[in-house]
Nanobody, 116 residues
Framework: QVQLVESGGGLVPAGGSLRLSCAAS????????VAWYRQAPGKQREMVSG???????NYLDSVKGRFTISRDNTKNAVYLRMNSLKPEDTAVYYC??????????WGKGTLVTVSS
């Protein structure tokens, strides 16, 4: 089992920045890839960015150039640096961990609100 705790959300004005953190604990030895998802009110959850154990990253087109995902294995953490935030980035942001054996775990999310 893996436990994920997101933090770093908050209220920021458009153009502002935030850094989200996803702290992992438990069976982290088997942790493979980690991804950030978001879900805005009335919308489906979408993948924002992901990073593999080998460091390969991918991004949702709408956040490319603004968001950066990184991983610190010494701290068992994954970060999402978000710059030039827009009101449409407002959502609850979730961390998802995929294990080597295929199981997924989710955190409870952190709310990001971008005011116009």
């Amino acid at each position: 089992q893996v436990q994920l705790v997101e933090s770093g959300g908050g209220l920021v004005p458009a153009g502002g920045s935030l850094r989200l953190s996803c702290a992992a604990s438990g069976d982290i030895v088997s942790l493979n890839s980690v991804a950030w998802y978001r879900q805005a009110p009335g919308k489906q959850r979408e993948m924002v960015s992901g990073i593999t154990s080998g460091g390969y990253t991918n991004y949702l087109d709408s956040v490319k150039g603004r968001f950066t995902i990184s991983r610190d294995n010494t701290k068992n953490a994954v970060y999402l640096r978000m710059n030039s935030l827009k009101p449409e980035d407002t959502a609850v942001y979730y961390c998802r961990a995929t294990m080597d054996y295929g199981m997924d775990y989710w955190g409870k999310g952190t709310l990001v609100t971008v005011s116009s």
